[in-house]
């Protein structure tokens, strides 16, 4: 089946948004402990108890980035068995400009799928966390 994907338009430059995606996570997801801009680097993201473990398998600054989930903590209330769902899945973050002030980002959570026990809370989850959260971040950003 398919995994999660979505795109969206966001009113910054390529440069901008890959800053929001790589290294201010804490600003519209979760609490990021190391910057994730260099191929090779693992950092977690977390919300206290539930946290996942990413490894850099790809970074061209300002057009792609990919992360694998190397471990998970996940913690879903009312959901059991999702703990580790997310390990081996892959994040993948593509950028493109439309023009300097607006970057339209295809994101794909590979491995994702219908399948998994989470895959309603996530998908909704990350509707949030894109369309919502990190769009309203780079929004309330001045232009660089």
């Not at 206290?48 to 600054?61: A, D, M, N, T």
């Not at 059991?80 to 899945?89: L, N, S």
């Not at 593509?94 to 980002?105: A, D, S, V």
Request: charged share 20%.
């Amino acid at each position: 089946m398919d995994s999660y994907k979505t795109s969206l338009e966001l009113s910054g430059s390529k440069e901008t948004v890959s800053t929001a995606i790589s290294c201010a996570l804490e600003n519209w997801w979760g609490k990021q402990d190391i910057a994730a801009n260099c191929e090779g680097t693992e950092f977690k993201v977390s919300w206290g108890e539930p946290w996942y473990l990413f490894k850099v398998i790809s970074y061209r600054p300002n057009e792609v980035m990919t992360w694998e989930c190397i471990d998970a903590n996940q913690k879903i209330p009312g959901l059991t068995g999702v703990e580790k769902e997310w390990v081996g899945t892959k994040i993948h973050w593509i950028l493109t400009e439309i023009n300097p002030r607006l970057t339209r980002l295809n994101f794909e959570h590979e491995g994702l799928v219908p399948e998994f026990i989470c895959f309603n809370f996530c998908c909704q989850s990350w509707e949030h966390f894109l369309k919502e959260s990190l769009k309203n971040y780079i929004a309330g950003l001045p232009y660089s």
